[in-house]
Every structure is written in structure tokens, then in C-alpha cells.
């Protein structure tokens, strides 16, 4: 299992000279498993890249949406396999408190795009889950989601295979002040023994409670999820647009002191474009 990361931003798009050791892109991270099967996560700005190197084959997509705010589909119109002639592209979007399946379409109609989405040559299916399926196949691959506790709702990922898990848990509020979708200790068991847990790691304490509801973790509350679900490496992500890559460096540090007063055999990174791994 290969897992690359191609946009690592959360709420907007951050260019300029002080992003770029760690990316400017929103959300997208790409797996690719060992039996060639492509599985996406979230269509930021991030996909964009990605699709440069997926336009060059001809198999299956496989896209899950966590939710259908902007910085999670704003990059799908620019993703160049949905122009590909008869490709076929599978979305299965988040569970979202109004169920908008075709969102991450329908951004591309009206005086939103000059492209109708209903125009596009490649085979698009919306595959959404029914709401008691919590489990499901992709290729080798099995599929576990969990509702993540932001604004709207939407759904948190994991994908296993190969005898490999990863845990995609962004847009993630672990203490909210609204009522929780999911509690800290289901966290722990949905990502129990994982050997990646990307995680939501937006906001420092120094922003609370001024950004408190917003749907987004403190990073070191994110850390000790990770420490507790006795993950092997953890990816902090979603870095806030405002946030430079100094300051990106001088959060992934804190967190390693976190760390380090645990006592955990952890090994922490803070997610950047361009960063594979193989599990």
C-alpha cells in the first residue's frame, strides 16, 4: 500500500513563498493498493496534480468524500480523468446532515462553471452508502466510516489492505461544544492499531475558545488519539491556510514533546505535498 499525499491545506487554498515546504493544496490524499486498485480521498485542490498522473491509465477511480465543503471538492472540475472518455470515476460521498450526494457534480452547472458536468465523457457514478452501512469493499480493500464531528456532518474513513490500515480523520472536532457525533473513545477504537492515522490538527490551544465549533482538532489533542489508538505513525493535517511553514515546524516539534512525555513509540510528521509512503 502506497499512500501519497496532494493537499494538505484545510478551508482555503494558502499560496505564496511562506507555504511551500508543506503545500498550499487542499485536501487529497491518494492510496494506491498492492493489486493496482486507486482509492482517493477528498477532492481539494490537491487532485488536481493527481490527475496528471491518473489521466496516463484507464482503471477504476474510486473517490471518497468526506464532506461537501469547498476545500474537500473544490478541485474535482480541474481533475482530468472526468474529461477522459468513458473512464469510470465512483464517488461515495460522506454522510452529511442534508444528504447532497451530487454536490461535489453540481458545482459544475449553473453560474458556478463554465463546464456542465452533465457534458463530461468519463462513466461519473454517485455510489453513496446507505446509512446503516458502516463496512464495505473497494477492490481488496475494506472500508470502514464513522461520523465526524463538524459542521454538516460527513464521514471519517478507514482503509485496509494489504495487511495495512490507514485512518483519514479529517475536519475533525474531538471536543466540541455542540453535541458529539462520535466520542473520543470510539475514535480510539476506529483507528486501533492503525499504521497511519492522519488526523485533523488545525488549531492550536492559543486559538480557543475564539475558533471553538468550527469543526476542526487542536493538534495535541489530536496526538494523544493517535497515542491511544497506539497508532504507528501519525500524519497531522488540515494545516490552517494562515498558517506558515515555520509555524507548520514549530507545531510538528510541540507535538513531538508530546509525545515524548508519553511514552509512546510513535513516529510523528506533519503532512506536506508530495510526501509518499509505502506501509
Same mark, same amino acid.
Given at each position: 500500500?502506497?499512500?501519497?499525499?496532494?493537499?494538505?491545506?484545510?478551508? +482555503?487554498?494558502? #499560496?505564496?513563498? @511562506? /507555504?511551500?515546504?508543506?503545500?498550499?493544496? !487542499?485536501? +487529497?490524499?491518494?492510496?494506491?493498493?498492492?493489486?493496482?486498485? &486507486?482509492?482517493?480521498?477528498?477532492?481539494?485542490?490537491? %487532485?488536481?496534480?493527481?490527475?496528471?498522473?491518473?489521466?496516463?491509465? !484507464?482503471?477504476?477511480?474510486?473517490?471518497?468524500?468526506?464532506?461537501?465543503?469547498?476545500?474537500?471538492?473544490?478541485?474535482?472540475?480541474? /481533475?482530468?480523468?472526468?474529461?477522459?472518455?468513458?473512464?469510470?470515476?465512483?464517488?461515495?460521498?460522506?454522510?452529511? !446532515?442534508?444528504?447532497?450526494?451530487?454536490?461535489?457534480?453540481?458545482? $459544475?452547472?449553473?453560474?458556478?462553471? #463554465?463546464?456542465?458536468?452533465?457534458?463530461?465523457?468519463?462513466?461519473?457514478?454517485?455510489? #453513496?452508502?446507505?446509512?446503516?452501512?458502516?463496512?464495505?469493499? %473497494?477492490?481488496?480493500?475494506? %472500508? !470502514?466510516?464513522?461520523?465526524?464531528?463538524?459542521?454538516?456532518?460527513?464521514?471519517?474513513? +478507514?482503509?485496509?489492505?494489504?495487511?495495512?490500515?490507514?485512518?483519514?480523520?479529517?475536519?475533525? @472536532?474531538?471536543?466540541?461544544?455542540?453535541?458529539?457525533?462520535?466520542? /473520543?473513545?470510539?475514535?480510539?477504537?476506529?483507528?486501533? &492499531?492503525?499504521?497511519?492515522?492522519?488526523?485533523?490538527?488545525?488549531?492550536?490551544?492559543?486559538? $480557543? #475558545?475564539?475558533?471553538?465549533?468550527?469543526?476542526?482538532?487542536?493538534?495535541?489533542?489530536?496526538?494523544?488519539?493517535? $497515542?491511544?489508538?497506539?497508532?504507528?505513525? $501519525?500524519?497531522?493535517?488540515?494545516?490552517?491556510?494562515?498558517?506558515?511553514?515555520?509555524?507548520?515546524?514549530?507545531?510538528?516539534?510541540? +507535538?513531538?514533546?508530546?509525545?515524548?512525555?508519553?511514552?509512546?513509540?510513535?513516529?510523528? /510528521?506533519?503532512?506536506?505535498?508530495?510526501?509518499?509512503?509505502?506501509?
Amino acid at each position: 500500500m502506497q499512500v501519497t499525499f496532494y493537499g494538505v491545506r484545510g478551508s +482555503c487554498p494558502s #499560496p505564496g513563498p @511562506e /507555504f511551500i515546504k508543506y503545500g498550499g493544496n !487542499t485536501a +487529497c490524499v491518494h492510496i494506491n493498493l498492492d493489486d493496482g486498485t &486507486d482509492i482517493i480521498l477528498d477532492a481539494g485542490t490537491g %487532485i488536481k496534480k493527481l490527475g496528471d498522473k491518473l489521466i496516463k491509465q !484507464t482503471n477504476d477511480i474510486h473517490l471518497l468524500i468526506t464532506h461537501n465543503h469547498w476545500d474537500h471538492i473544490q478541485g474535482f472540475p480541474f /481533475f482530468a480523468p472526468i474529461y477522459q472518455p468513458n473512464r469510470n470515476i465512483l464517488i461515495t460521498p460522506g454522510q452529511t !446532515t442534508h444528504n447532497e450526494h451530487n454536490a461535489i457534480l453540481e458545482q $459544475m452547472s449553473g453560474s458556478y462553471f #463554465p463546464v456542465d458536468y452533465k457534458t463530461l465523457r468519463s462513466n461519473i457514478k454517485i455510489v #453513496p452508502q446507505d446509512e446503516d452501512i458502516h463496512s464495505w469493499k %473497494i477492490g481488496s480493500a475494506t %472500508i !470502514t466510516r464513522l461520523a465526524m464531528n463538524h459542521p454538516g456532518g460527513g464521514s471519517s474513513f +478507514c482503509v485496509q489492505a494489504d495487511g495495512k490500515k490507514v485512518a483519514y480523520i479529517t475536519d475533525n @472536532e474531538l471536543y466540541p461544544p455542540y453535541k458529539k457525533n462520535t466520542d /473520543f473513545l470510539d475514535w480510539v477504537s476506529f483507528s486501533q &492499531d492503525a499504521d497511519l492515522v492522519i488526523h485533523d490538527a488545525q488549531y492550536m490551544l492559543a486559538d $480557543m #475558545p475564539a475558533k471553538a465549533g468550527w469543526g476542526h482538532s487542536v493538534a495535541e489533542e489530536a496526538v494523544k488519539l493517535a $497515542m491511544g489508538c497506539r497508532a504507528k505513525r $501519525m500524519a497531522l493535517y488540515s494545516h490552517d491556510h494562515i498558517r506558515t511553514d515555520d509555524e507548520i515546524a514549530e507545531i510538528e516539534s510541540h +507535538c513531538q514533546d508530546v509525545i515524548e512525555i508519553g511514552g509512546a513509540d510513535l513516529q510523528l /510528521f506533519a503532512a506536506a505535498e508530495g510526501l509518499s509512503l509505502i506501509l
